[in-house]
């Protein structure tokens, strides 16, 4: 009757009056019966106009609540207003008013029997609106009350005040009733709506369980034979259900490994659970289904009937297959090299790991060799990717030939290969292996029709002599390894003590760069470049020098290399760039300086920006400042260095090529760039001194390209005059070294260009 503390008032109304209108015919019929047999109670009493008008008020009445009653026909799927709760209960309150009506007015005309008869036929309606509309108390209650009242009130008009009393009770009697039938009904509805929902949910959830194309039911009885086959369990079988009805389960998915006796362990389990009656979960099993292998996963509880008797199993299962492969894949590509197929730096790792583990026990020694293979860098960039992979497909397969079941070979990334001597206590193994690595490396490859040269260095640690952890062992190798490489490559070192003060030294190195500019420690030198007719200075080239308040004077040979490898190249050759041209600006403005650029600094996006930063500040003219680069730079990315130097000769700078001849390709970069300024090494020009053929004939060919490509030459290395002139006759148009000035300070450079002047 009242709106609920807990849930939902709409939701509970539209259960209790979603039935409402199945009762319509029944108040239709009942009520007009009812007011036909009170018609004629009071014919002749009462006149007949008046009856016909009572009697089709009562029906309309009645037909009205059926009207309202329809409405809700539907109603438990959706939400109930308050308007059709107070819609309902008005319509009601209308219909009995016609019988109030009857009860006070038509008493007084008529006759005791009269009264009594009209108030049995109203007490049956009351008791009848109970039993039919009991789901909506509210109804009810209105009718039974509005009728009841007026009854007794007719008996008290009548002086009958005992019967009043009797009318009273029965009404309450029968609101009462009516109000405890609702409660018991809307109790049931609520239960009955839970059902309902949680069935839907079952349902949901097992048809989109057996709509999954890898998942199903499975059920065996107590002999393990299949039994209520769903057609989703029929499918992962790869047969019809009636065909598979009956056969016995463990059987059946062994495959032909069950006639050979080789049943996997994982189906003999499932068998020992099935067998002992236990409950399982995700157990992995691996079945055959004709000439296929494959993975499910398994889960089942065993059944029993209403008498706790065993009566088989039920459970679901899953196709796991795709997923054990990608698992097996992952773990496969988390220890192996996708490239080589050999095992990668975590599997090395692991088998160094063991190898110490078995020195440790048996008191031996182990090795371990780090492999770098030389000019594979150069085949990569000039050849691409593609090249360089299958080189080292090859070259791990000559690894793989030299290796024995002692020594286990693999890739730690890139171009580095490193092997595990499990048993190195013979100290020429190691040796010996290096030196075999070295050879098989060294030998041609023959890759898409190109015959390519590389090499091999090896640096290599004995444990656990030079290191009692797999980090130690493996870092001293790498130290060793860097030692090779800096003897040329090609050979073989192990690790000593002393190896770890040049790393130091390195790294306190390093450690002072990174702090040299900050400091003041770095400064330029500048080297004349004439005019080889005139011999009047046209050009200095800016060169780095580094006096380090911690280790002195540091060749640019030693920390360039350095600046490098750790990208400080970047911060310190902007500085240079900047010094450079703020130096330039303090000579006559028909003298240029040149800057060197490494690849480092020519990849980087907004080098043309740091130029033209370092052009804005000084007021140094574009056109007196040359960059210098090497053929190196195109090694890495020749796009990008191509795109940066365009951008470069765009903002009105030359661009000079140094070291020509001594790389891989300079006539496809004199192709495809408009060098200022080619630089002949100075290898070349100590060969023309020497009277080499061959260097005479490069010299030759160079000058010749440049004049009918318009660009000038520069020899280096120039150290006496009579190299001055073989340079000169053989038509270089600029030269430099040592017999026309070594690197000086800025000023020097400034007294240089004037005392140059005033000479002239």
């Given at each position: 009757?009242?709106?609920?503390?807990?849930?939902?008032?709409?939701?509970?109304?539209?259960?209790?009056?979603?039935?409402?209108?199945?009762?319509?015919?029944?108040?239709?019929?009942?009520?007009?019966?009812?007011?036909?047999?009170?018609?004629?109670?009071?014919?002749?009493?009462?006149?007949?106009?008046?009856?016909?008008?009572?009697?089709?008020?009562?029906?309309?009445?009645?037909?009205?609540?059926?009207?309202?009653?329809?409405?809700?026909?539907?109603?438990?799927?959706?939400?109930?207003?308050?308007?059709?709760?107070?819609?309902?209960?008005?319509?009601?309150?209308?219909?009995?008013?016609?019988?109030?009506?009857?009860?006070?007015?038509?008493?007084?005309?008529?006759?005791?029997?009269?009264?009594?008869?009209?108030?049995?036929?109203?007490?049956?309606?009351?008791?009848?609106?109970?039993?039919?509309?009991?789901?909506?108390?509210?109804?009810?209650?209105?009718?039974?009350?509005?009728?009841?009242?007026?009854?007794?009130?007719?008996?008290?008009?009548?002086?009958?005040?005992?019967?009043?009393?009797?009318?009273?009770?029965?009404?309450?009697?029968?609101?009462?009733?009516?109000?405890?039938?609702?409660?018991?009904?809307?109790?049931?509805?609520?239960?009955?709506?839970?059902?309902?929902?949680?069935?839907?949910?079952?349902?949901?959830?097992?048809?989109?369980?057996?709509?999954?194309?890898?998942?199903?039911?499975?059920?065996?009885?107590?002999?393990?034979?299949?039994?209520?086959?769903?057609?989703?369990?029929?499918?992962?079988?790869?047969?019809?259900?009636?065909?598979?009805?009956?056969?016995?389960?463990?059987?059946?998915?062994?495959?032909?490994?069950?006639?050979?006796?080789?049943?996997?362990?994982?189906?003999?389990?499932?068998?020992?659970?099935?067998?002992?009656?236990?409950?399982?979960?995700?157990?992995?099993?691996?079945?055959?289904?004709?000439?296929?292998?494959?993975?499910?996963?398994?889960?089942?509880?065993?059944?029993?009937?209403?008498?706790?008797?065993?009566?088989?199993?039920?459970?679901?299962?899953?196709?796991?297959?795709?997923?054990?492969?990608?698992?097996?894949?992952?773990?496969?590509?988390?220890?192996?090299?996708?490239?080589?197929?050999?095992?990668?730096?975590?599997?090395?790792?692991?088998?160094?790991?063991?190898?110490?583990?078995?020195?440790?026990?048996?008191?031996?020694?182990?090795?371990?060799?780090?492999?770098?293979?030389?000019?594979?860098?150069?085949?990569?960039?000039?050849?691409?990717?593609?090249?360089?992979?299958r080189l080292l497909t090859k070259v791990a397969q000559r690894l793989n030939e030299v290796c024995t079941d002692n020594e286990q070979?693999?890739?730690?990334?890139?171009?580095?290969?490193?092997?595990?001597?499990?048993?190195?206590?013979?100290?020429?193994?190691?040796?010996?292996?290096?030196?075999?690595?070295?050879?098989?490396?060294?030998?041609?490859?023959?890759?898409?029709?190109?015959?390519?040269?590389?090499?091999?260095?090896?640096?290599?640690?004995?444990?656990?002599?030079?290191?009692?952890?797999?980090?130690?062992?493996?870092?001293?190798?790498?130290?060793?390894?860097?030692?090779?490489?800096?003897?040329?490559?090609?050979?073989?070192?192990?690790?000593?003590?002393?190896?770890?003060?040049?790393?130091?030294?390195?790294?306190?190195?390093?450690?002072?760069?990174?702090?040299?500019?900050?400091?003041?420690?770095?400064?330029?030198?500048?080297?004349?470049?004439?005019?080889?007719?005139?011999?009047?200075?046209?050009?200095?080239?800016?060169?780095?020098?580094?006096?380090?308040?911690?280790?002195?004077?540091?060749?640019?040979?030693?920390?360039?290399?350095?600046?490098?490898?750790?990208?400080?190249?970047?911060?310190?050759?902007?500085?240079?760039?900047?010094?450079?041209?703020?130096?330039?600006?303090?000579?006559?403005?028909?003298?240029?300086?040149?800057?060197?650029?490494?690849?480092?600094?020519?990849?980087?996006?907004?080098?043309?920006?740091?130029?033209?930063?370092?052009?804005?500040?000084?007021?140094?003219?574009?056109?007196?400042?040359?960059?210098?680069?090497?053929?190196?730079?195109?090694?890495?990315?020749?796009?990008?260095?191509?795109?940066?130097?365009?951008?470069?000769?765009?903002?009105?700078?030359?661009?000079?090529?140094?070291?020509?001849?001594?790389?891989?390709?300079?006539?496809?970069?004199?192709?495809?760039?408009?060098?200022?300024?080619?630089?002949?090494?100075?290898?070349?020009?100590?060969?023309?001194?020497?009277?080499?053929?061959?260097?005479?004939?490069?010299?030759?060919?160079?000058?010749?390209?440049?004049?009918?490509?318009?660009?000038?030459?520069?020899?280096?290395?120039?150290?006496?005059?009579?190299?001055?002139?073989?340079?000169?006759?053989?038509?270089?148009?600029?030269?430099?070294?040592?017999?026309?000035?070594?690197?000086?300070?800025?000023?020097?450079?400034?007294?240089?260009?004037?005392?140059?002047?005033?000479?002239?």
């Open positions: 009757m009242r709106d609920p503390g807990e849930g939902d008032w709409a939701r509970l109304r539209a259960l209790q009056y979603s039935e409402l209108y199945k009762a319509s015919r029944i108040r239709l019929a009942a009520h007009g019966i009812a007011a036909i047999m009170v018609v004629s109670l009071y014919v002749g009493t009462l006149p007949a106009w008046l009856l016909a008008i009572w009697l089709v008020v009562v029906v309309a009445g009645v037909a009205n609540v059926g009207r309202v009653d329809r409405t809700f026909i539907g109603v438990a799927k959706r939400s109930m207003t308050i308007e059709e709760f107070r819609r309902q209960a008005a319509a009601v309150a209308i219909c009995a008013v016609p019988w109030v009506l009857a009860l006070l007015f038509f008493v007084p005309s008529g006759d005791e029997a009269q009264h009594f008869g009209l108030w049995t036929l109203a007490a049956m309606l009351v008791a009848g609106s109970a039993a039919t509309s009991s789901s909506a108390p509210v109804a009810t209650v209105v009718f039974d009350l509005v009728v009841g009242v007026a009854g007794a009130a007719s008996f008290v008009i009548s002086g009958d005040y005992l019967f009043a009393v009797s009318s009273l009770a029965f009404i309450v009697v029968i609101v009462a009733g009516a109000l405890n039938s609702a409660r018991t009904y809307l109790s049931a509805r609520i239960a009955e709506a839970g059902v309902a929902e949680k069935d839907e949910v079952v349902s949901l959830l097992l048809r989109e369980f057996e709509e999954k194309e890898s998942d199903w039911l499975w059920q065996v009885d107590n002999n393990r034979a299949l039994r209520s086959v769903s057609p989703r369990f029929a499918y992962a079988l790869g047969r019809e259900p009636a065909d598979v009805e009956g056969a016995r389960f463990i059987r059946l998915i062994a495959g032909h490994t069950f006639e050979s006796g080789e049943v996997p362990r994982s189906l003999h389990d499932l068998a020992e659970r099935l067998k002992r009656r236990e409950s399982f979960s995700n157990l992995l099993v691996q079945v055959h289904l004709g000439e296929q292998r494959r993975w499910w996963e398994l889960s089942g509880t065993p059944m029993r009937d209403a008498s706790g008797n065993y009566i088989g199993f039920r459970g679901v299962g899953s196709d796991v297959t795709e997923q054990r492969d990608r698992d097996e894949k992952i773990a496969y590509l988390a220890r192996y090299d996708t490239l080589t197929g050999l095992p990668n730096r975590l599997m090395l790792t692991e088998a160094l790991g063991e190898a110490m583990r078995f020195s440790e026990q048996w008191r031996t020694r182990c090795a371990f060799l780090m492999i770098d293979l030389d000019r594979f860098k150069q085949v990569n960039d000039s050849l691409g990717h593609l090249v360089g992979d070979c693999g890739r730690l990334g890139g171009d580095e290969f490193a092997v595990v001597i499990r048993d190195a206590t013979d100290h020429t193994r190691v040796d010996l292996i290096a030196e075999t690595v070295i050879e098989h490396l060294s030998q041609p490859y023959l890759v898409d029709n190109h015959t390519l040269f590389i090499g091999a260095s090896v640096g290599s640690a004995i444990g656990p002599r030079d290191g009692q952890s797999v980090e130690t062992l493996m870092r001293n190798a790498d130290l060793a390894l860097y030692r090779s490489k800096d003897d040329g490559g090609g050979v073989h070192h192990t690790y000593v003590p002393s190896l770890h003060a040049d790393a130091e030294e390195r790294r306190s190195l390093e450690f002072s760069l990174r702090n040299a500019i900050t400091e003041g420690e770095m400064s330029l030198n500048f080297q004349p470049v004439v005019n080889a007719k005139t011999e009047g200075v046209v050009s200095f080239e800016a060169l780095l020098r580094w006096n380090s308040k911690e280790h002195g004077f540091v060749s640019p040979t030693k920390f360039i290399p350095l600046a490098e490898d750790t990208r400080l190249i970047i911060p310190i050759g902007k500085w240079v760039l900047h010094e450079a041209c703020r130096q330039a600006t303090r000579w006559p403005e028909d003298i240029k300086v040149a800057v060197n650029v490494s690849g480092e600094q020519l990849l980087e996006p907004n080098f043309p920006a740091t130029i033209v930063t370092a052009l804005a500040e000084t007021g140094l003219p574009a056109h007196r400042l040359e960059v210098e680069v090497t053929e190196s730079v195109f090694l890495r990315d020749g796009k990008t260095a191509h795109s940066t130097l365009e951008e470069i000769l765009a903002l009105g700078c030359s661009v000079a090529l140094d070291d020509f001849g001594t790389g891989y390709s300079s006539l496809g970069y004199l192709r495809n760039l408009r060098f200022s300024t080619i630089k002949v090494d100075r290898s070349f020009v100590q060969g023309a001194v020497e009277d080499s053929p061959e260097s005479l004939a490069i010299i030759r060919a160079v000058v010749a390209m440049a004049q009918s490509l318009d660009m000038s030459t520069t020899a280096e290395g120039v150290e006496t005059a009579e190299q001055a002139d073989l340079i000169r006759n053989l038509g270089c148009t600029k030269i430099q070294g040592y017999y026309f000035g070594r690197p000086m300070s800025a000023t020097e450079a400034h007294s240089l260009v004037v005392k140059r002047r005033v000479a002239a």
